[in-house]
């Protein structure tokens, strides 16, 4: 029988274990993937799931700024634009990359059924994915807009307090679920 601090140190190593892996891996991966970089490895640039997930977060927003009556446009890989007027450019350090490898490696570090930690994996992932793609709409609507309020605010703070709100009430909801 392990003990409960046995078991919160086997959460521990395995939670950061997993997470350098996915964050870490990630820096790595997008080291040696860039055409750009003095490490690049061609062949790694016909799997870059980063700029997959990246296309994915642009056109994410994009159909929800046409579904509110905007016209939506993709210069280039990294950028979405409204209306011809306001865009955005989504970097490295927006895609939310610490965010998703957190949530995975705490879904993942846990000891209950693997069935029952892939389904916390991909529905925490999926709701990310969806308040990422809300905020970069809302972003361009505000700018475009000129709505004040967002002036003053950091988009990227107030990201990282919504989402981590969002992910604390989750942990609280998998936790009494657990429990029960």
């Known amino acids: 029988m392990f003990s409960l601090a046995r078991i919160q140190k086997l959460f521990l190593i395995k939670f950061l274990l997993v997470f350098a892996i996915l964050y870490g891996g990630t820096y790595g991966f997008v080291a040696l993937a860039s055409p750009s970089g003095k490490l690049s490895l061609p062949f790694l640039q016909s799997l870059d799931y980063v ?4 296309k994915l977060l642009l056109h994410g927003a994009g159909q ?18 409204i209306n ?16 998703l ?3 995975i ?3 993942a570090a846990a000891t209950h059924a693997w ?18 793609m809300q ?6 609507i505000a700018h475009y807009e000129h709505w004040n309020i967002f002036a003053s605010i950091d988009h990227h703070d107030m990201y990282n307090m ?8 989750l942990l609280l909801l998998h936790y009494r679920l657990v429990k029960e």
Not at 51 to 54: E, I
Not at 64 to 81: I, K, M, S, V
Not at 116 to 131: C, E, K
């Open 84 to 99: 011809e007027a306001n865009r955005v450019q989504l970097v490295y350090d927006c895609l939310g990359i610490g965010i």
């Open 101 to 103: 490898s957190f949530w």
């Open 51 to 54: 700029a997959a997930y990246r």
């Open 64 to 81: 929800c700024l046409e579904w509110l009556g905007y016209t939506a446009a993709y210069p280039d890989a990294y950028r979405l634009q």
């Open 162 to 169: 919504v989402i981590y709100t969002v992910l604390l009430l």
């Open 105 to 107: 490696a705490w879904c």
């Open 135 to 140: 905020r970069i709409a809302l972003l361009l």
């Open 115 to 132: 069935k029952f930690r892939m389904g916390w994996i991909f529905g925490g992932s999926v709701l990310i994915t969806l308040l990422n």
